[in-house]
T-cell receptor, first 111, second 115 residues
């Protein structure tokens, strides 16, 4: 249902620095996780995914870490660029099919 | 790669009218489609899941008679917002998943404004 009065957490980083975005997920039985980037007025864009049998996965300039013990997911972006400015969501596959999204974090880049 | 086309991108309708949003998988067969709603500065909230040829499964609190979902083919799902009211104004996003693998492909979203 609709949530009232929520504001997205914001992370501000200097251009060129590394960014770390965190996410707590809810279902200990979730077996697949995805990070998405969403720019204003657009649909979510896939960044990187990880299965529950892994604790780390690397892509181009991005790394996802999974800590199942504390149900925590993080996205690391290396050498953050202006084009990385967006809202970032983690999502967990809950049950057979459903993809449930976390709260989201707005990443802003300072020149 | 997998592509999902969602139309229209923006729609303005009068209160009390119905609006249909289409979601098409262009290069794969979408056995399952998902519809989300996103209010400003909030996350995506799953509304319903539909499997081709079956009735949609709605999330708790989502009125199935108001948000009609049709998934009659493996490449097309539609969401119809019936008797729309200003509080239905939101960003609606579809997602499609094929048979193989875990991939979820999202549409570009539809901005619905009810006046």
């Amino acid at each position: 249902g609709e949530s009232v009065g929520l504001h997205l957490p914001t992370l501000s980083v200097q251009e060129g620095d590394n960014s770390i975005i965190n996410c707590a997920y809810s279902n200990s039985a979730s077996d697949y996780f995805i990070w998405y980037k969403q720019e204003s007025g657009k649909g979510p864009q896939f960044i990187i995914d990880i299965r529950s049998n892994m604790d780390k996965r690397q892509g181009k300039r991005v790394t996802v870490l999974l800590n199942k013990t504390v149900k925590h997911l993080s996205l690391q972006i290396a050498a953050t660029q202006p084009g990385d400015s967006a809202v970032y969501f983690c999502a967990e596959k809950s049950g057979a099919q459903k993809l449930v999204f976390g709260q989201g974090t707005r990443l802003t880049i300072n020149p | 790669g997998a592509v999902v086309s969602q139309h229209p991108s923006r729609v303005i309708c009068k209160s009390g009218t119905s609006v249909k949003i289409e979601c098409r998988s262009l290069d794969f067969q979408a056995t399952t489609m998902f519809w989300y709603r996103q209010f400003p500065k909030q996350s995506l909230m799953l509304m319903a899941t539909s499997n081709e040829g079956s009735k949609a499964t709605y999330e708790q609190g989502v009125e199935k008679d108001k948000f009609l979902i049709n998934h009659a083919s493996l490449t097309l799902s539609t969401l119809t917002v019936t008797s729309a009211h200003p509080e239905d104004s939101s960003f609606y996003i579809c997602s499609a998943r094929g048979q193989a693998g875990y991939g979820y492909t999202f549409g570009s979203g539809t901005r619905l404004t009810v006046v």
